[in-house]
């Protein structure tokens, strides 16, 4: 059976860490990284790639528009 | 390894679905984590971007934390001093009636500084969009108490939260605006979750409409945060925000177009 699948690219450098799109993703895809960018935030990144469905709800909120979304049905 | 393989099949440019427009440049946002005002700035420049009029376009930047606007979003803009953007919309909006004009200011520079000449562009009617980012502060200069900080609290200048017999009521300008012959539509919205910022994006999308049928003017209020000024994470302010801007500043459309009731009310007829 066909299945949606998602992915997401964050920006790293470019992230601020603020943890928003975070507590938007529907699917717990997206955690904070242990270690911080170049900047000194602890950045999102996609923990569990498998999960995402490519929704966009991410890149809609983030104020940094750092994300970009992918989607495809595998 | 199958799930990386997975992954790199996926992001392929036939799959792409979001993708940060071309009409925000490059440059960095001077603001700090989670502030509202980058959300608001994104959607507003695919807007710009989705009805082509990226050079059709003349933004009025404020005074505040969104005072360098010109620098993120590739337009053309005027800057204005503090609270002035509405005359200066006014001027650019009589001169080239042709392009679409917007102001984008603070709730300090539109509620307080700026009060005269809002009320009196709403009230000309002046055919403009105006966004109103109300963070219920003064976010630029530290956090200070602003016409719109709501009653009990806490700002750099009211630590122990707003006294209303001692500072004053706050002041619902949307609502005031709403009220004034010359608006034709006036809503307020946020754009902290995903629902809200596509509530907002069809919001603009409409102002943009309007401003084409030379009606009035179109008012935005959009209820932000300001963690820092809060002294919150983004993610408490946003729920602080739920919890107490709102039951303030309820979410919704204040004013539609007649037109557009009517054509609800005929809808609904038929579906009666
Ligand atoms: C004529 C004038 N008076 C005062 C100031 C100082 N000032 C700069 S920004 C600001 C308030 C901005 O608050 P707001 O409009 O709410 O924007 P925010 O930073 O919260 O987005 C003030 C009072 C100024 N720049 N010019
Ligand atoms: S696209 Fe949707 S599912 Fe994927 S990470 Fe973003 S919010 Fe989560
Ligand atoms: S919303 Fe954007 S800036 Fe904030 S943590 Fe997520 S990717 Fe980073
Ligand atoms: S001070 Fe407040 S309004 Fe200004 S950038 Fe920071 S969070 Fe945003
Ligand atoms: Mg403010």
């Known amino acids: 059976m066909a299945k949606i699948r998602g992915s997401i690219v964050v920006e790293i450098d470019r992230c601020k860490g603020c943890e928003v799109c975070m507590v938007s993703c529907p699917t717990g895809t997206i955690a904070m990284a242990k270690e911080v960018n170049h900047k000194g935030y602890f950045y999102a990144y996609p923990a569990h790639p498998e999960l995402c469905i490519g929704c966009a709800n991410c890149a809609m909120v983030c104020p940094d528009g750092v994300i970009t979304v992918y989607k495809t049905k595998i | ?272």
Request: proline share 6%.
């Open chain 2, 1 to 272: 390894m199958a799930q990386a393989t997975g992954i790199k099949e996926i992001i392929k440019p036939e799959n792409l679905v979001y993708r940060k427009t071309k009409v925000m440049t490059d440059n960095i946002l001077s603001y700090c984590p989670g502030c509202g005002h980058g959300t608001a700035h994104r959607i507003l420049a695919e807007i710009i971007d989705e009805e082509g009029l990226q050079s059709e376009t003349i933004g009025i930047s404020p005074v505040g934390c969104s005072v360098l606007l010109y620098e993120f979003i590739d337009i053309d803009w005027q800057e204005a001093a503090h609270g002035r953007a509405p005359a200066l919309a006014t001027a650019i909006k009589r001169l080239l009636p042709d392009k679409f004009v917007f102001t984008y200011q603070g709730d300090g520079d539109l509620a307080a500084i700026g009060t005269a000449e809002t009320i009196h562009t709403c009230n000309r009617g002046e055919n403009i969009l105006i966004i109103f980012i109300n963070n219920g502060i003064y976010g630029m200069t530290g956090g200070q108490m602003a016409p719109t900080t709501l009653p009990g609290m806490k700002s750099s200048t009211s630590p122990y939260g707003r006294d209303v017999k001692l500072m004053g009521n706050p002041l619902k300008m949307t609502d005031i605006v709403a009220t004034l012959p010359g608006t034709y539509y006036v809503t307020r919205q946020s754009v902290h979750t995903p629902v809200n910022v596509r509530k907002t994006k069809k919001a603009i999308r409409k102002a943009v409409h309007y401003q084409k049928l030379n009606k009035g003017t179109c008012f935005i209020e959009i209820v932000s945060n300001c963690p820092s000024g809060w002294k919150m994470t983004p993610v408490e302010a946003n729920k602080w925000m739920e919890a107490n801007m709102f039951p303030f500043y309820p979410l919704g459309d204040l004013k539609v177009p007649a037109e557009e009731n009517a054509q609800k009310t005929t809808n609904s007829e038929k579906n009666d």
